[in-house]
């Protein structure tokens, strides 16, 4: 998991962009998944573009509903995590 603190909900996109780029580049791998909520910062018709131009699946969860994001809403803020 990556951390990323932003300014502006606007350069979620850009910081998911650079994470991508150093990621696959580290572990020589691509990125197939990308979970994101159905949050209006990663709806743009760009960053879609960008993703299917990628071959980057898209996995959204419903707005507001962080039961849905059990990966991120189960991390301790030390860094550790569960499950």
């Excluded at 990556?2 to 979620?12: E, Y």
């Excluded at 150093?22 to 791998?29: A, D, I, P, Q």
């Excluded at 960053?47 to 991120?72: D, I, K, M, W």
Aim: a positive charge; hydrophobic letters at 30%; charged letters at 30%.
């Amino acid at each position: 998991m990556w951390l990323r603190l932003l300014t502006a909900k606007d350069q979620a996109a850009e910081a998911i962009k650079e994470i991508k780029a150093r990621t696959e580049m580290e572990m020589g791998k691509k990125l197939r998944v990308l979970g994101t909520d159905s949050g209006g910062k990663f709806n743009s018709e760009d960053f879609a573009r960008y993703c299917a131009g990628e071959g980057v699946g898209r996995h959204l969860t419903a707005p507001y509903s962080p039961q849905q994001n059990g990966v991120v809403e189960r991390r301790k803020p030390d860094g550790g995590g569960q499950g």
